[in-house]
């Protein structure tokens, strides 16, 4: 089996699963909620389609995001997958190419869902605001996703070597850092909140 082939065999694998779907879903719906709700009026008191709002849209998000990407980071490393890798390694292709093979897919799978998030808000001031001049939103799009892919799977691809299980203790943090309410410090931006704090200074 050809690189290519096990790359298409694991991205439908992950993208086709149910959790990834479900995960998917469920963003889906909350970014509608936020459209709807919070996006639809602005974000501090800016045009719900200016880079404010957008960036706040986005980082509300992100979360859901990191927990797909998180729950099959966990998976790659559980006993089961490893036992698995084991039987693979009889064929020809190198035990560190298939690792990164199915690394790559997840970041592809994560990237698929932020796209369909950045879809849905180009939808919303299209069809709602007739606004298409989106061209600013690619780039800071980049800027939040990509740190946050590197980020989240490094981390978690750290604490599975320990024991895999502790990748969902840093999806609970994820969530719980996300939604407790608290106000993090500065230096530590999980979210992409800097970013968006910057461009309101900027503003």
Known sequence: MDRAKIFRYELRRVALSKPFIFITAVTLVYAAYLLKTEVMFGYADTAPFSPWSFLAYLCRLLPFLCAAMLFFVSRQLAPREKAVETLASATPTPGYVRK???????????????????????????????????????????LVVLPALFFYMGVG???????????????????????????????VDLFGNAILAGAQSAA
């Open 100 to 142: 990164g093979i199915k690394l790559g897919t997840i970041a592809v799978a994560f990237l698929c869902a932020a796209l369909l998030v950045l879809l849905a808000y180009a939808l919303f001031c299209v069809i709602q605001f007739q606004y298409t001049g989106l061209g600013w939103m690619w780039p800071l799009a980049v």
């Open 157 to 187: 691809l750290w604490l599975g070597k320990v024991h895999h299980n502790l990748v969902y203790l840093l999806l609970a943090l994820l969530f719980f850092a996300a939604f407790a309410g608290f106000s993090m410090p500065p230096a």
